[in-house]
């Protein structure tokens, strides 16, 4: 309905559909290879609305947090009020990307897309920079106690684990880094970093 009416169409997507392997930043155009189901039907997501004729961003993203629902942020706010030990994963690089990020970038996506100077396509939307889940934690922890929150857990008290350590339902990408230049470019704006 949305082709035939003339209809835009937003899509968000995410890092899980590349394989996660080496230490290069992904580019929208670089081979895809899901590890999971997951990342998989993201995948065909993404295939099908390219195909359909559709006007369409596809917005690929990852490591999304906010101040609000549950996410990464969230659980480590929880547990280090609780625990003054845990143990995260630290062979996952990627860039936590805040969701008001995305909003934002999503608004000004689409107000030049409107005006015609952003063609369709994939885009990788992310923050700059690259850090681990063990190295976002202990920020958290620091930024936490910074801010005066009581937290029972200090960045030392946070112990960096292997992804083999940390079995999850779905596998995830060693490798989360995404190329933001092509988004940079088409909007004539510079991310902010993920600190």
Not at 52 to 75: P, Q
Not at 113 to 122: K, L, N, Y
Request: with cysteine; charged share 25%; aromatic share 8%.
């Amino acid at each position: 309905h949305a082709r035939e009416h003339g209809i835009p169409l937003v899509h968000y997507s995410t890092d899980y559909v590349y394989a996660g392997t080496g230490v290069e930043a992904w580019h929208e155009n670089g081979t895809t290879g899901p590890l999971s189901h997951y990342g998989a039907t993201k995948l065909q997501g993404d295939e099908a609305i390219q195909r359909s004729g559709v006007k369409h961003l596809i917005l690929r993203t990852s490591w999304v947090y906010s101040a609000r629902g549950k996410n990464f942020l969230d659980t480590m706010l929880r547990l280090g009020r609780e625990r003054d030990r845990l143990a995260v994963v630290e062979d996952q690089i990627g860039a936590p990307t805040p969701a008001r990020l995305i909003a934002t970038v999503t608004l000004l996506a689409l107000r030049e897309w409107q005006r015609g100077t952003m063609e369709d396509g994939v885009y990788h939307l992310v923050a700059r920079g690259e850090t681990s889940w063990h190295e976002f934690a202990c920020e958290i922890f620091r930024l936490a106690r910074e801010a005066g929150e009581p937290m029972a857990i200090t960045p030392d008290g946070v112990a960096p684990i292997p992804t083999r350590d940390y079995p999850t339902p779905a596998t995830r990408p060693l490798n989360s880094r995404l190329a933001v230049d092509k988004l940079e470019t088409a909007l004539g704006i510079t991310l902010p970093d993920w600190q």
